[in-house]
Nanobody, 118 residues
């Protein structure tokens, strides 16, 4: 069994920055692609950014140039630096990771709240 544990959410003013982290814990596994999704009240969950095991990244148009996703494969951890935050970035952010054991399966973190407000 693998767990994804997120940290780094909180309240920030417009224009501010936050960094989210997500670490995978378990035994006898490796991480394939990892990413961040978000879900705002009344909206569907959407992809924010993801990164392959080799470091290829994808971003939603709404966050390009403001958010940066990265990972540390040795620590099975993915990060997302969020700059120039806007009120519309307010959402619960979820970490997602594709875990390789004897099979390939995706896991989700518990979610962390990001609120951008003055």
């Amino acid at each position: 069994q693998v767990r994804l544990v997120e940290s780094g959410g909180g309240l920030v003013q417009p224009g501010g920055s936050l960094e989210l982290s997500c670490a995978a814990f378990g035994s006898k596994f490796s991480m394939n692609a990892m990413g961040w999704y978000r879900q705002a009240p009344g909206k569907e969950r959407e992809l924010v950014a993801d990164i392959t095991s080799s470091g290829v990244t994808t971003y939603a148009d709404s966050v390009k140039g403001r958010f940066t996703i990265s990972r540390d494969n040795a620590k099975n951890t993915v990060y997302m630096q969020m700059n120039s935050l806007k009120p519309e970035d307010t959402a619960v952010y979820y970490c997602n990771g594709w875990v390789v054991t004897s099979t390939l399966k995706d896991y989700w973190g518990q979610g962390t709240q990001v609120t951008v407000s003055s």
